[in-house]
């Protein structure tokens, strides 16, 4: 290893802490060269910390010699480098975070303590001698059944993850869909010691590729436009309606990418959506496809970065988190159902993985496709402004057709959990034509709230209500546990009515449960499934329910995430119950995100041979929202609400940060809000023009003005001009973090927030 010369040398390092500076430290005596992107060891008080070092300073400094040596270098060669590093930076600069936080948002968790660098070969199982010897005694189940696929041979992960089989010999695969969670079969069979997980080398994991569908002249038109901008930044917004097959597109541009020698990057929003992408992926492409998401372990998700770094990694699906891989080959970058908020970080470093991904996309030079059925209302703007080309997929792929949409109008109708009589009965007559039934219902739990019918007490939750709002607890397992789903506290549903002592406690609405619970009543005969968080919580849960349902006749009881890119050709009705609350919303965004949801939900209806139908169930039939959207569909809508928008000097016509405080009390998050003010109206006066000012609102209480036992309070800024906004919090926030009032309080700045609450 090499030494240094005597001459002080100084690290500036960024340290994963919520302060807005770098701390200097002497490079070590010894060790790999620093370089900025490396990974140091630091002493820092009476611990040891992992940074990153943000840039070297050489110094001859009288002081140098008095700051303490860094432990050590970590890396032989930086993590962070070229684009990525530069890329970071700027992601630091545009959401006032510290350096050090933005580069271990980029970290999964080994590297980010300090582990070095994982192998990056495959991993596959295969029986030990005691296996083979024991196959034919054990009992019938899944441990079984992957013993049995085994005994002809090692199998590797991917292609188990992909529902195939095969032996160590590519040539082997063949198409097996029936092993459902093999993990937990291979874990049992390991502690049996019947089975091992062995290294293999990567290359062995590739699928044999599979030939798709022949394109429609719309998809190919959109594929030749994507493929003509292979060579240079360009953002096209891929512009489809449900089932016209915009996956087929990006498929056809990975290819290409992937016959140039380059990597791939695909983000999508859900995690329950990564499985059945990466298993067609798998069997499209032929090559490795790998996974970056919360459901992975921290070491898959430390080799998947690993792998990625090295250029081993050719394609990529992930959620929003793998924004931050390295693309040393980058070609091209996909977001799918960009439109999404899962895309938003609301807490931690604030960014939004569609819009660094854009920003990544240019400093790589590469083409970026944004893909949705309802695009975000930015990214059509752009679109319109001539800054994206503006690609559409206007009819569905193959011989589906859309579907009939239907409004019922449920007013002083009798209701059963929520249920008109004329929605039980579409739901028998699919049934009855041996179809599928989507109940869509984006409430989960039993009932909205429980409620006395003797006094009207309901329950409320202890930490998140305040004396002038109630935040009311929801009812789940069948009336049995109360819960808030805004800070988690649960507690028994109580057998009398605390203030009055009364028996009449009633649970009153509907959730997914209360839903779940009257179809299996009135369908006795029928299979019900309910998808939502409280059902998905394992590991491939969504993929394997969803398996398990198949095509035969049943009924879907869910949420808004299957209402995200999942394709059940069997699905013949879509019932949406419950829109009500979203009309009438305070929030400003909250039309686009309903008339996206409404739209995404009911292009689940009729995606194969049989024909959809969706019934939106109301108390308001005749709301202007639903109005558009049924006379002229999604881009109608969004045309007049970009229009109001517009009118209304709101994004994206102007541009947002939002600056939150919490504080057990409210006088003290208040206090610090004020103070912030002063220091962001007096930057904004450095400015000449007047006439673009900021403008500010509050203090505020948010929306939701507790949660967790902390009063909320916040400050709005809006300007029209963007570079100004950032001009002026880059010149007030020095001065707001060294207010006294910023140490009684929690604050937070997001910058472009979507979420007002």
């Not at 010369?5 to 919520?18: C, E």
């Not at 009819?395 to 039980?424: M, T």
């Not at 069997?570 to 419950?578: E, I």
Request: proline share 8%.
């Amino acid at each position: 290893m090499p030494d240094f010369p005597a001459s002080p040398r100084l690290l500036r390092v960024a340290l994963a802490l919520p302060l807005p500076r770098l701390f200097d430290y002497l490079a070590p005596d010894s060790g790999p060269e620093p370089h900025p992107g490396s990974r140091v060891r630091v002493p820092f008080g009476p611990r040891e910390r992992v940074g990153v070092i943000a840039s070297l300073v050489d110094s001859t400094q009288a002081d140098a010699p008095a700051l303490k040596p860094a432990f050590a270098i970590i890396d032989e060669t930086p993590l962070f480098a070229g684009e990525l590093l530069t890329s970071l930076r700027w992601l630091a600069r545009y959401t006032h975070a510290p350096l050090g936080e933005v580069f271990a948002a980029a970290l999964p968790g080994p590297l980010r303590h300090g582990e070095p660098l994982p192998d990056t070969h495959a991993w596959a199982w295969q029986l030990t001698p005691a296996g083979h010897a024991a196959v034919d005694r054990l009992r019938a189940g899944r441990p079984r059944e992957l013993a049995s696929r085994l005994q002809t041979g090692a199998v590797d992960e991917d292609r188990l993850d992909a529902g195939t089989s095969a032996t160590d010999s590519p040539d082997a695969a063949v198409a097996d869909t029936t092993l459902a969670d093999w993990r937990a079969a291979a874990r049992s069979l390991a502690k049996r010691g019947l089975a091992e997980r062995i290294a293999v080398p990567a290359s062995q994991a590739a699928p044999t590729p599979q030939p798709g569908p022949t394109l429609n002249p719309e998809q190919q038109a959109a594929v030749d436009t994507v493929l003509a901008h292979r060579h240079g930044f360009a953002p096209v917004l891929l512009d489809g309606v449900t089932g016209s097959g915009k996956t087929e597109v990006y498929l056809h541009a990975i290819g290409d990418c992937l016959a140039r020698g380059r990597q791939a990057l695909v983000l999508v929003p859900e995690i329950g959506l990564t499985p059945q992408l990466l298993s067609r992926f798998r069997a499209r492409l032929g090559v490795p496809v790998h996974a970056l998401h919360s459901g992975l372990s921290d070491g898959e998700r430390a080799r998947t970065w690993a792998a990625c770094l090295r250029g081993e990694a050719r394609v990529v699906v992930g959620t929003r988190s793998a924004v931050f891989l390295p693309l040393p080959d980058a070609g091209i970058i996909i977001i799918d159902e960009e439109h999404d908020g899962s895309f938003k970080q609301l807490d931690g470093i604030r960014y939004h993985a569609r819009d660094f991904a854009l920003v990544r996309a240019k400093a790589l030079d590469v083409p970026i496709v944004l893909g949705s059925a309802t695009p975000s209302l930015e990214s059509l703007r752009n679109a319109q402004a001539g800054r994206y080309a503006h690609l559409r997929l206007g009819r569905r792929a193959g011989h589906a057709q859309p579907p009939q949409v239907r409004v019922l109008d449920v007013r002083k109708r009798p209701l059963l959990a929520g249920l008109s009589p004329e929605l039980l009965e579409a739901v028998g007559q699919a049934l009855a034509a041996d179809g599928q039934v989507l109940v869509f219902k984006n409430r989960r739990g039993y009932a909205p709230v429980l409620l006395c019918h003797d006094c009207g007490w309901s329950a409320q939750c202890r930490h998140c209500s305040t004396p002038a709002q109630g935040t009311p607890m929801t009812v789940h397992a069948g009336g049995r546990r109360l819960q808030c789903h805004h800070c988690g506290a649960r507690r028994p549903t109580p057998n009398a009515c605390p203030d009055c002592g009364g028996l009449a406690l009633q649970s009153q609405g509907a959730g997914t449960e209360r839903i779940e619970e009257a179809l299996r009543e009135r369908f006795p005969d029928v299979p019900v499934l309910r998808i939502d968080r409280g059902t998905t919580r394992r590991r491939d849960a969504l993929e394997q329910h969803l398996r398990d349902f198949g095509d035969t006749r049943g009924i879907l009881v869910g949420t808004q995430m299957l209402a995200k890119g999942h394709d059940l050709p069997n699905l013949t009705l879509v019932a949406v119950v419950g829109i009500d609350e979203g009309l009438f919303s305070a929030d400003f965004r909250a039309p686009e995100k309903l008339a996206q949801l409404l739209i995404q939900v009911a292009g689940r209806a009729g995606r194969a041979d049989k024909p959809g139908l969706v019934l939106l169930q109301t108390h308001h039939p005749e709301h202007p929202l639903l109005s558009t959207l049924l006379s002229g569909g999604y881009g109608a809508f969004a045309q007049l609400e970009l229009e109001q928008r517009g009118a209304a000097v709101f994004p994206p016509f102007a541009h947002l940060a939002m600056l939150r405080a919490e504080a057990r009390q409210v006088e003290p998050a208040d206090a610090f809000l004020l103070a912030a003010r002063r220091a962001i109206e007096q930057a904004d006066r450095l400015h000449d023009d007047r006439s673009s000012a900021l403008e500010i609102s509050g203090p505020l209480p948010a929306p939701m003005p507790r949660r967790a036992g902390y009063q909320r309070s916040q400050l709005l800024l809006s300007g029209i001009h963007r570079q100004r906004l950032h001009t002026t919090l880059d010149t007030a926030l020095p001065a707001i973090h060294a207010l006294p009032e910023a140490r009684k309080v929690r604050w937070s700045l997001d910058v472009d927030p979507i979420d007002l609450y």
